[in-house]
Each structure stands twice: as C-alpha cells, then as structure tokens.
C-alpha cells in the first residue's frame, strides 16, 4: 500500500469516527463546562484523536470520553493557574494609575476614532495613550520603524481630517494657531 492511500485511509477512519463522536462528545462537553472551554476543549480532544489514532479501540466512545475528561481537566488546571497568577500579580504590582479615555470634551475624539479603520485606531491608541514611539509599535505589529512611522503619520492625517468633518458638521471653527497646517 502506498503512503498515499495510507494517509487516505487514515484520513477516512478519522472523518468518520469524528462523524460519530461528534455529537456525544459535545453533549459530554456541555453538561461539564461553559460552551467556550467546551469548544476547546472538543478540538484539542479531536486532536488527541488524530495524533493517536491508532490506539482508538473499535468502541471508541469510552476511550474519547477519557480524553475529553483528560483535555479538559488541563483546561480546568490552565484556567486556575492564569486565575492564581493574576491575583498574585495584582496584589504583587498592582496597576498604576490608569490614565482615563478621553473625557467628554473629547466626545469628538472618540466619534473620529471610531469612523478611522481599525488598525489606524490602534496604532494611535499606542502612540498616544500607551506612549509608544514609532519604533516601539513597530515591535507591537511586527512591522519595521520605518513603516510603522509612515503609518502613524498616515493614521494622524486621517485622525485630523475625520475631526475636522466633525467640527464642520457641528458648527465649531477650529483654532489653525499653532496647527502647523
């Protein structure tokens, strides 16, 4: 038999054994947890299946509730571990004093953030709030100095325009003293 047809055949056992674990395995996931972790935990217990699935007995059902039971308690023991250690971390160093959204005055700052593309948004959101330089948000998008300056150049320009069309739609002139326009 040919690595090919092995790896179909393979592929075939497995689609249909998922085809029948499918829906116990969700109904067992269901009545143990949220329909999140459920989730989670049915596609790493499918993967489990998949990686060993030459140990599937021919009554599969009990062996994959094993590993769902398995799948999840690791799931259950990752949540109590990122719950422990965000406790520890808040008591440990706690947040500094968060710097508030932009107040109600800013009501138009927020309405022209909202209307620029997502990924625009953000890059502002770094800059300003988070105080990034350029070449610091580079790093947070994985993009070179270069492009994430350009982008945050772009980003500001866009921030501007979107504020002045507000500005104009609601009446208020803008002060050009010290604008550099």
Not at 6 to 30: K, V
Not at 86 to 108: G, L, Y
Request: with cysteine; hydrophobic share 40%; proline share 6%.
């Amino acid at each position: 038999m040919s690595t090919d047809q092995r790896e179909a055949d393979r592929r075939a056992r497995f689609e249909e054994l998922a085809r029948e674990l499918m829906d116990p395995l969700r109904h067992y996931l269901a009545r143990r947890t949220d329909p999140a972790t459920a989730d989670d935990v049915l596609s790493d217990t499918l993967l489990v299946c998949w990686r060993r699935l030459d140990d599937v007995p021919d009554n599969a059902l009990p062996w994959v509730y094993g590993v769902a039971r398995n799948c999840l308690a690791n799931a259950q023991r990752g949540e109590r571990r990122r719950e422990r250690l965000a406790a520890r971390i808040s008591v440990v160093a706690p947040p500094d004093q968060v710097t508030p959204v932009p107040d109600a005055r800013d009501d138009e700052l927020l309405e022209a953030m909202a209307a620029l593309r997502p990924e625009d948004a953000e890059l502002l959101r770094l800059w300003a709030w988070e105080r990034l330089a350029p070449a610091e948000i580079a790093t947070v998008l994985q993009v070179s100095a270069n492009a994430a300056s350009i982008r945050l150049h772009r980003a500001r320009q866009k921030l501007r325009d979107e504020l002045r069309k507000i500005q104009q739609v609601s009446g208020h002139e803008q002060s050009r003293e010290g604008s550099g326009s």
